[in-house]
């Protein structure tokens, strides 16, 4: 056709849905019926010629029009030509549409099927949504490929290896905190009953990554990719290392720089920088925000505010989100390594590391959970006095029902900085276990 396809997250509301209609500049939209109603709480952008429903009424002029018995000629399209509007998350303000070429799908599905080992014989499972990368790219790895790709409507932990069992998956894709909920559901006869061999499972806490093959048959692998590149780093499951990203893919180049964008040595933290060796594999830029562009490709790199630590032998590891560093009496703490920590705690369902103000002008590191099981704020720290450096022991401990999530399943760490302390927050510093 030689459209852009602009998919939306089905949980958007008022100004956030009027937002990216109105900031992508669509002229059809396509809605379910049931959603159909948020429409009349917003301001149509001008742009906007017509609503087709899924589910609507037949033969109204809102249905989806009958398919033609022949398809039309394919509209040419260039590798360059832009594909999809991606919108980001917006954790940190309004989201931004990310201007994705068909050729950076393309190389997304080569470069992830090969760290997978995708063949026409395996049926990928995922169940992430379709206006995420990771959806969308799975799609194109099973194209490349020819396998076979069978797409969840959720993800329930529930549900899941019924579901995988049910579609005979050999590959499926973890974000977030997947592993972990699966991981501590009870356990079952059924665990290993599946096809799964592999999983793309991001961000996963290195203690989980063997118990959980052990327990399931299925191996984990770490990578890193965004939205606006690709996938640069990938960890090969011949030779899997739990805790590291992996290395460099042979098409795209990595530095790990300071503030001026100056290489540090092999084992010093720095913000990974990104850059691709062949054309269009990157979104090229932010839709209609140039000076959001130039900031994050500045100097010719794209600049991911990822801090990560690359070894002498190439292979990378992820310390933290530059933003989410926690500054305390002069120390650099690395809220992902406090959260690796406290999630060795088998009580532990899910847990936050995150800075609040501290009288002494810098960060106190405070720590949400969400416990599967009876836990107190005392064991907690005693068991982080054991695997952390003293500074980096948690002062605040908070026990929360639920973590405030994105509609990709990352905890969204800016509102937990912005409820701060609460009335049921541990304070260590009012506890036994003082220590300054």
């Known amino acids: 056709m030689g459209a852009v396809a602009v998919p939306l997250n089905a949980a958007l509301q008022t100004q956030h849905l009027e937002h990216a209609l109105t900031d992508s500049g669509a002229r059809a939209l396509i809605v379910e019926a049931d959603l159909l109603e948020r429409l009349d709480m917003i301001r149509k952008p001008r742009s906007l010629e017509k609503i087709w429903v899924v589910g609507?009424?037949?033969?109204?002029?809102?249905?989806?029009?009958?398919?033609?018995?022949?398809?039309?000629?394919?509209?040419?399209?260039r590798p360059g030509d832009i594909a999809a509007l991606l919108y980001t998350s917006g954790t940190t303000g309004p989201s931004k549409g990310v201007r994705c070429p068909h050729a950076q799908f393309y190389w997304w599905g080569v470069s992830t099927g090969e760290q997978l080992g995708i063949t026409e014989n395996d049926v990928l499972f995922t169940t992430l949504p379709l206006f995420h990368t990771n959806a969308l790219n799975a799609c194109i790895q099973a194209l490349v490929a020819g396998a076979t790709i069978v797409v969840g409507r959720r993800f329930s932990a529930s549900r899941f290896w019924d579901q995988a069992r049910e579609?005979?998956?050999?590959?499926?894709?973890?974000?977030?905190?997947?592993?972990?909920?699966?991981?501590?559901?009870?356990?079952?006869?059924?665990?290993?009953?599946?096809?799964?061999?592999?999983?793309?499972?991001?961000?996963?806490?290195a203690a989980l990554a063997e118990p959980f093959r052990d327990r399931f048959g299925v191996l984990l692998t770490d990578g890193f990719g965004s939205t606006e590149t690709n996938s640069v780093i990938a960890a090969a499951p011949a030779k899997p290392r739990p805790g590291y990203l992996g290395q460099i893919q042979p098409d795209f180049e990595a530095l790990v720089v300071d503030t001026d964008d100056q290489p540090v040595p092999d084992g010093v933290p720095g913000e990974?920088?990104?850059?691709?060796?062949?054309?269009?594999?990157?979104?090229?830029?932010?839709?209609?925000?140039?000076?959001?562009t130039a900031e994050s490709w500045r100097n010719l790199w794209f600049h991911t505010g990822d801090r990560v630590i690359r070894d002498q032998d190439g292979w990378f590891r992820f310390v933290d989100r530059v933003k989410d560093v926690i500054r305390r009496r002069g120390e650099n703490i690395s809220s992902f390594e406090v959260e690796q920590v406290v999630g060795l705690l088998p009580e532990v369902e899910l847990v936050a590391a995150f800075p609040v103000p501290s009288d002494m002008a810098e960060d106190e590191v405070m720590i949400a959970i969400v416990a599967e099981k009876e836990l107190t704020p005392e064991k907690v720290i005693l068991h982080c006095t054991q695997h952390l450096a003293r500074f980096a022991v948690p002062r605040y401990v908070d026990f929360v029902t639920t973590m405030p999530t994105t509609s990709n399943g990352k905890i969204r760490k800016a509102a937990l900085r912005e409820r701060g302390l609460t009335e049921s927050t541990w304070d260590r510093e009012q506890s036994p276990l003082a220590t300054r």
């Open 167 to 205: 579609a005979e998956a050999t590959v499926t894709y973890l974000l977030g905190a997947m592993v972990s909920i699966l991981w501590s559901r009870e356990r079952s006869p059924l665990d290993r009953d599946h096809r799964l061999r592999i999983a793309l499972s991001p961000a996963t806490p």
């Open 56 to 77: 609507g009424v037949p033969g109204s002029p809102d249905a989806l029009p009958d398919l033609p018995d022949e398809l039309s000629t394919a509209h040419p399209v």
């Open 272 to 292: 990974l920088i990104l850059r691709s060796r062949v054309p269009f594999a990157f979104a090229d830029g932010y839709h209609g925000r140039p000076q959001a």
